[in-house]
């Protein structure tokens, strides 16, 4: 569960081009708010450079703010989002935090 004063923004599925400025605008928003912003992509299967650039941008904003910002990842995050974040380094530039999941689901 989330404290007061912090804010969880979800994706799930694939997010590209599309939503990207959406995205940008709705964590932009809770930043300007004071409030902590937790980016859950646990449920995250695809997210192409823009996607990645807002994540970036809205770090950067959240520092210069004075506030939390945190990226979530789980065992269910998909494969080509980790692959992004290891590949890229991103792991190592974002605030990233792994989530203790729950055993992967079976089919």
Do not use: N, W
Not at 18 to 47: C, H, N, P, W
Not at 58 to 80: N, P
């Amino acid at each position: 569960m989330l404290g007061p004063g912090t804010a969880l923004v979800s994706l799930s599925g694939e997010h590209e081009l599309y939503g990207a400025a959406k995205l940008q605008e709705r964590i932009d928003s809770l930043i300007a708010d004071d409030l902590a912003v937790v980016v859950d992509l646990t449920d995250a299967m695809f997210l192409d450079s823009s996607i990645v650039s807002v994540l970036l941008k809205a770090q950067r904003f959240a520092a210069s703010r004075g506030c939390d910002y945190t990226v979530v990842l789980g065992d269910t995050t998909g494969a080509s989002v980790r692959s992004m974040f290891e590949l890229t380094g991103l792991d190592a530039i974002l605030p990233v935090v792994e989530r203790d999941g729950a055993p992967p689901s079976s089919s």
